[in-house]
Antibody, heavy 121, light 107 residues
Framework: QVQLVQSGAEVKKPGASVKVSCKVSGYTLTELSMHWVRQAPGKGLEWMGGFDPEDGETIYAQKFQGRVTMTEDTSTDTAYMELSSLRSEDTAVYYC??????????????WGQGTLVTVSS | DIQMTQSPSSLSASVGDRVTITCRASQSISSYLNWYQQKPGKAPKLLIYAASSLQSGVPSRFSGSGSGTDFTLTISSLQPEDFATYYCQQSYSTPDFFGQGTKLEIK
């Protein structure tokens, strides 16, 4: 059973950066394909990016290219998502989620509890 | 990019009702379609993967169908705990776009 525990809520000023962590237990990070999904208040789910095991690379949604960096510390089984140049529209709950394939079909199976990032001056 | 469109965006129903939510892809995605349920303040929960496969532990009143561009999620007999927001998500190609969501409310 995979458990994902995320870091606590953050309040940032416009233009700053935020780094959210996601600690894995039950599996090692190298066994997982970790992704990040965000949800603005009252809005839907938005995929930001994640590790593509078929290519062995981290891929980012075009919308966030140049502003987001997703990294992993395999020594502590912790994944990180850093978003820079924050603006008010980045206020959202950020989720880490693992993506697995069953019979060739991929889906997000385990999710963190979410981290609220508030961007406000 | 493959866009996903759900309908309706909101729905009022009563306990015991049969409910259907639809999801349309902007191009064919074969059966690479997943459904999630999200309750307020909680992370999404996988219900259905590969269009019609029920995730372990999910009640059998939930079912999914479709292929190509048109898909449906059906709840055969609504229970009080089913009132939530439902999202479809295509996994045919990156980016992994979700539908905009369908909020299921108590009538």
């Amino acid at each position: 059973q995979v458990q994902l525990v995320q870091s606590g809520a953050e309040v940032k000023k416009p233009g700053a950066s935020v780094k959210v962590s996601c600690k894995v237990s039950g599996y090692t990070l190298t066994e997982l394909s970790m992704h990040w999904v965000r949800q603005a208040p009252g809005k839907g789910l938005e995929w930001m990016g994640g590790f593509d095991p078929e290519d062995g690379e981290t891929i980012y949604a075009q919308k966030f290219q140049g502003r987001v960096t997703m990294t992993e510390d395999t020594s502590t089984d912790t994944a990180y998502m850093e978003l820079s140049s924050l603006r008010s529209e980045d206020t959202a709950v950020y989720y880490c989620a693992t993506k697995i394939a069953v019979a060739g079909s991929w889906y997000f199976d385990y999710w963190g509890q979410g981290t609220l990032v508030t961007v406000s001056s | 990019d493959i866009q996903m469109t759900q309908s309706p965006s909101s729905l009022s129903a009563s306990v015991g009702d049969r409910v259907t939510i639809t999801c349309r892809a902007s191009q064919s995605i074969s059966s690479y379609l997943n459904w999630y349920q999200q309750k307020p303040g909680k992370a999404p929960k996988l219900l259905i993967y590969a269009a019609s496969s029920l995730q372990s532990g999910v009640p059998s009143r939930f079912s999914g169908s479709g292929s190509g561009t048109d898909f449906t999620l059906t709840i055969s007999s609504l229970q009080p705990e089913d009132f939530a927001t439902y999202y479809c998500q295509q996994s045919y190609s990156t980016p992994d776009f979700f539908g905009q969501g369908t909020k299921l409310e108590i009538k």
